[in-house]
């Protein structure tokens, strides 16, 4: 048998299961069972492979794998990671995985927000891809962030310590948005990818989505937009006067957005474009004579 063979023999069993990305998922999957990297498996791959224990073992653990992402199960869940800012994230089935479309939103605060003493807020951080990202590439030193998902957090957490540069620190708070946080406490970045689907959109979603990614995650109740509300409702009060929102949104929802944001007081409102093209972020700015 070579790894050719088992590249093979797994993207056929991909295919028949209607994976449409097969021949790449496997051939990532055989690289992760065997450490391999690209080029070591280009060079080796019609070598026969030879009948020792640990070459066992990895034909084996591939061929689980194979079957785990059959059912649907996302690539990032069986790896156990994502790439997001360049930096690699943990993930597994409490957390979503890290979107590209959510680095427009890190980028946008990168861009716009240099002053590395502000107080940053991230509410639903789930891996903690935004707020640890922000203080890693940011330099932002003092960052809350919370979410309602204990497993989440602990997901979080464990990002933070591996991907923290010596010396920083971000505190998780588990509970529901700002529940979590004790009263009289105001932050001048509020950030936020909450859950936006509707709930009746969520069951035409892909099964890796659908079936696979936290619905907590997912979920943003019959027209997707009750995390706005509520964010956008206490957003005056968790504040401070100058203070500024940044929210992902979904591609269909930056009107309905925009007004909530109005109303609760906010200024120099602005949509940003995910890389596709697609509304993906909504920031503004709290006036300073509140
Ligand atoms: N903040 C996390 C992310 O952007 C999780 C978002 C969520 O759970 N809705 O990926």
Redesign the pocket.
């Known amino acids: 048998m070579t790894l050719h063979q088992l590249l093979n023999e797994g993207t056929g069993r991909l295919k028949r299961a209607g994976n449409p990305e097969a021949a790449g998922d496997a051939r990532r999957l055989l690289l992760e069972a065997f450490r391999l990297d690209t080029v070591h498996f280009l060079m080796n791959r019609m070598e026969p492979l030879g009948c020792e224990e640990g070459i066992q073992q990895a034909a084996d653990d591939y061929r689980k794998m194979i079957e785990k992402r059959c059912r649907r199960i996302p690539l990032q869940y069986i790896l156990g990671c994502q790439e997001f800012m360049g930096l690699n994230f943990q993930v597994d089935s409490h957390?979503?995985i890290?979107?590209q479309d959510?680095e427009t939103l890190v980028e946008l605060v990168l861009q716009e927000q240099k002053d590395q003493n502000k107080k940053v807020l991230?509410l639903?951080?789930?891996?903690g891809?935004?707020a640890i990202s922000l203080a890693v590439l940011g330099g932002c030193y003092d960052v809350t962030a919370t979410d309602i998902s204990p497993e989440a957090i602990k997901v979080a957490e464990k990002n933070a310590a591996k991907l923290l540069k010596e010396g920083q620190k971000i505190r998780f708070l588990q509970g529901d948005l700002l529940d979590a946080l004790k009263e009289q406490e105001t932050y001048d970045i509020l950030v936020s990818?909450?859950?936006y689907i509707p709930t009746q959109i969520i069951r035409g979603l892909e099964p890796e989505v659908r079936d696979h990614e936290p619905l907590l995650?997912l979920d943003g109740d019959q027209d997707g937009l009750s995390f706005y509300r509520r964010i956008a409702k206490d957003a005056g009060t968790i504040l401070n006067p100058g203070g500024a929102i940044y929210l992902?949104i979904g591609h269909d929802q930056a009107e309905a957005v925009k007004a909530l944001l109005e109303e609760a007081g906010f200024s120099d409102i602005r949509v940003v474009k995910d890389l596709p093209g697609k509304d993906r972020v909504i920031r503004g700015d709290l006036s300073r004579n509140r």
């Open positions: 957390v979503l890290p979107r959510t991230d639903c951080t789930g891996s891809c935004i990818n909450p859950p995650a992902e």
